[in-house]
């Protein structure tokens, strides 16, 4: 299921404007605990980036990503260590839904947080226009790279600050992999790690189908239509992930 789920959102990524790490992170939560499906949605988005850099890395702005990406990377090391350091905690309530015991926990509850935030920052039409200067890079490095390792909502933020830097249009696209990579690569260190005795080492064949299936989608989607973000489809999207976040911090998933 869960491939076949990222061959879909993969070319839903060119019509949402919501990133392909948003929107799989929650199909592994359905199967998988919340901080494993942030670690395997990181290997699946770190492969796509990597394939992305093949193609477009020589057209990145180097001091762009100097100054973003380091503290990017260090930020997400600390993201990445808080969300192990949450999901080691005691579940913060336990209840009764008809015949199921539910428990939230302070992970998921952390999480489903961030996902709603996002979500709803995503759909603001206000927020879209939201660009900072060119001096405000190595701030947004740290809140984007932070960020993208305790959650992997990292998208977002790099775009908002990357926006009105003075990149042409195929720099702002490198940088931005460049950068994702760079994220991706440090909260892997700290993910691999822990979850290597946690069911992530199991799970390769799971990963090599999911990313091979993403890379599809993506080549589905970008054959049928070019990149554009049509509103109808983002609503639904991100009502849609706010729905899952619910679920997600309520126990329920």
């Given amino acids: 299921m869960i491939p076949l789920v990222a061959l879909g959102v993969s070319g839903l990524t060119l019509f949402s404007g919501f990133g392909l790490g948003t929107l799989l992170m929650p199909v592994f939560a359905i199967f998988f605990p919340i901080e494993l499906a942030v670690a395997m949605t990181a290997v699946i988005h770190f492969l796509n980036n990597l394939f992305k850099l093949a193609l477009l890395g020589r057209h990145a702005d180097r001091s762009a990503v100097l100054r973003f990406g380091l503290p ?60 900072f200067d060119r001096r405000y890079l190595p701030f947004g490095g740290m809140l984007s790279g932070f960020f993208g390792g305790l959650s992997g909502h990292q998208g977002a ?11 042409t249009k195929e720099a702002f696209i490198a940088t931005g992999v460049v950068i994702a990579s760079l994220v991706d690569a440090g909260r892997l ?14 799970n390769i064949p799971l990963l090599v189908v999911t990313t091979l299936f993403a890379f599809g989608g993506a080549f589905i989607g970008s054959r049928l ?20 976040a619910v679920g997600l911090g309520s126990g329920v998933i």
């Fill in 157 to 167: 933020l790099r775009s908002a600050f990357l926006l009105h830097s003075g990149l």
């Fill in 72 to 131: 990017a990377i260090l930020m997400a090391i600390v993201g990445a260590r808080l969300l192990l350091w949450l999901s080691g905690l005691e579940p913060l309530y336990t209840y009764e839904f008809g015949a199921r015991e539910l428990t939230v926990t302070p992970v998921k509850l952390t999480v489903s947080v961030l996902m709603v935030g996002f979500a709803i920052l995503e759909l603001a039409p206000r927020f879209s226009r939201l660009s």
């Fill in 189 to 202: 260190t700290v993910y691999g790690v822990h979850f290597a005795r946690a069911g992530l080492g199991e």
């Fill in 225 to 244: 239509m070019k990149k554009v973000t049509l509103r109808t489809i983002q609503i639904i999207v991100g009502v849609m992930l706010i729905g899952l």
